[in-house]
């Protein structure tokens, strides 16, 4: 029963998530990283201690796992200039050299672990294809592209 009043706040795991944390984060790209870093890379599921503390296992679960499609949604509904202004600002506060992050991305392709298991092919492919360009365009920024020796 919601109340709608001015002190009324929405007790979901949803939205604990989105104002406690993802609020937090300026850029959407920083959000789908951040999503895809709280899934377990053996079991697939997501985990967030405090979460899963306050609304249980499977509430927290369910939350991060629909917080990360609509992220991965959010950035898909972007065109490529949005892409670029969006990731600019995820990358602007990061004070690693920018050149290694292109670098790294281009060797490990750590990127395609931000992509939500309930991505159709066709959103995974556009995915790729966006973020591959958007690096390209960084590695001229940046000159993030020299070819690595132990290749």
């Given amino acids: 029963m919601k109340s709608g009043g001015p002190d009324y706040i929405e007790r979901t795991a949803s939205a604990d998530l989105w104002r406690k944390t993802l609020q937090q984060i300026p850029s959407?790209?920083?959000?789908?990283?951040y999503l895809a870093s709280l899934r377990n890379s053996v079991t697939g599921k997501y985990e967030h201690h405090g979460l899963a503390l306050v609304f249980g296992d499977d509430e927290a679960r369910k939350a991060l796992r629909k917080s990360h499609a609509k992220a991965f949604a959010e950035w898909l509904a972007f065109n490529l200039e949005q892409q670029k202004a969006?990731?600019?600002?995820?990358l602007s506060p990061v004070a690693a050299d920018k050149q290694s992050i292109v670098r790294n991305w281009l060797n490990i392709k750590t990127y395609k672990t931000f992509v939500p298991s309930?991505?159709?092919?066709?959103?995974k492919r556009l995915y790729t294809a966006d973020i591959e360009?958007?690096?390209a365009l960084l590695k001229n920024e940046y000159g993030g592209g020299a070819p690595d020796r132990e290749a």
């Fill in 86 to 90: 969006d990731l600019d600002l995820y």
């Fill in 133 to 135: 360009a958007l690096i």
């Fill in 118 to 123: 309930s991505a159709t092919t066709v959103e």
């Fill in 28 to 33: 959407v790209f920083g959000r789908l990283v």
